[in-house]
């Protein structure tokens, strides 16, 4: 141990910051968030007002070039995206390869990686130009290979983009539309899975998109970067909540058996929690999640769904945590999670099909968050630091001396 100290000594201070809850990693001018308020602002707009005032592809332009578009340069973007949906026709054939059951996060991780492979002049991250390009090319395709693997899973044939629907509604066709036959887009769905895009747009430094600026730090080129974000935000506690939320409202199955649940969630030998529930940065309501029980209802609405077992468990759920007390000393409220897979469930997609969906809308802000770190003159590659705790110096011995 006397040794370690004197490693120490010799490489200087650091901190030791487990989960960087006190760190930050660098300085950036896209999300703002306050826990305590509950207040979210994509470049200092109110989420409320874009979310209910505008639409997703507004909110890319946002957050990629900092201010809302005038209408010439909106028409403009929507145009670029649109010219890029397409995938190479290489790319269907790789698809082949996966098992019919594989996981569609596990496709995505692969394809979006996979188009590094396809475009090779958006890899010089050096150029602007093509960083600008690579920018739209993700975009631009991410919902048509999320369709795709969602498409290849449940065996149908994979559908084109049809580029004079908005961005929302071309991806709500791609999913559930079918060759010769004519797919009417709900309106009322398609802006609730619009308003669900924004609401999952950007979230400053979480865990998905610090790996994504961790990967880019080295100078690895886009593709590689989101393919990264992607795996990260598979996991249960970050973009996998909603489909845990949404698990474990099914096995509550009835309000009578939530007194149950809630039980285990305070009792500090049972490793359960409320999923769906608490947050790192809100200690406060989510203001997401407001939106998304308003959107939740929305939907439900206009599928004329009246009778949501599923939703009485979540709204019953919610009244009961409110007023606990170990919810309220711990500053546990629902976060955004809590409602989307309802919601998602209600418009037809499959649990497995979620955090896909969070991932094609979180695409825009790993890529703004990108952007900003390369373009930043103070950027470096990111090299954390480590408390070592293991062996002192000590000589190595020959297997045959060794026992
Ligand atoms: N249910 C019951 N108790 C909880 C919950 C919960 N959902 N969340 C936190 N707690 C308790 C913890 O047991 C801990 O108690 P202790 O102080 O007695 O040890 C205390 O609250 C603080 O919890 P931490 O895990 O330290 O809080 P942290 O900020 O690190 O975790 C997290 C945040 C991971 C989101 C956590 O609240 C959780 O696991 N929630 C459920 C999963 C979930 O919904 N994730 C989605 C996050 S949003 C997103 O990624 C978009």
Known sequence: VADIGKLYAQTGMFTYDPGFTSTASCESKITYIDGDEGVLLYRGYPIEQLAEGGDFMETCYLLLNGELPTPAQKAEFDYR??????????????????????????????????????????????????????????????????????????????????????????????????????????????????????????????????????????????FACIAAGIACLWGPAHGGANEAALKMLTEIGHVDNIPKFIAKAKDKNDPFRLMGFGHRVYKNYDPRAKLMAKTCHEVLGELGIKDDPLLDVAV????????????????????????????????????????????????????????????????????????????????????????
């Open 316 to 403: 019953e759920l919610e009244r009961i945590a409110l007023h606990d007390d170990y919810f309220i000393e711990k500053k546990l409220y629902p976060n955004i999670d809590f409602y989307s897979g309802i919601t998602l469930k209600a418009m037809g997609f499959p649990v497995s099909m979620f955090t896909v969906l969070f991932a094609l809308a979180r695409t825009v802000g790993w890529i703004a968050q990108w952007k900003e770190m390369i373009e930043d003159p103070h950027q470096k590659i990111g090299r954390p630091r480590q408390l070592y705790t293991g062996e002192p110096c000590r000589q190595y011995v020959k297997i045959s001396s060794r026992g």
């Open 81 to 222: 995206i649109s010219r890029h949906t397409m995938v190479h026709e290489q790319m269907a054939r790789f698809y082949q390869g996966f098992r019919r059951d594989a996981h569609p996060m596990a496709v995505m991780v692969a394809c979006i990686g996979a188009l590094s492979a396809f475009y090779h002049d958006s890899i010089d991250i050096t150029d602007p130009v093509q960083r600008q390009v690579a920018t739209v090319r993700i975009i631009a395709k991410i919902p048509t290979i999320a369709a795709m693997a969602y498409k290849y899973n449940i065996g149908q044939p994979f559908m084109f983009p049809k580029n004079d629907l908005d961005y929302t509604s071309n991806f709500l066709r791609m999913c559930f539309g079918v060759p010769c036959e004519e797919y009417k887009v709900n309106p009322v769905l398609s802006r609730a899975l619009d308003r669900i895009f924004i609401l999952h747009a950007d979230h400053e430094q979480n865990a998905s998109t610090s790996t994504v600026r961790l990967a880019g730090s080295s100078g690895a080129n886009p």
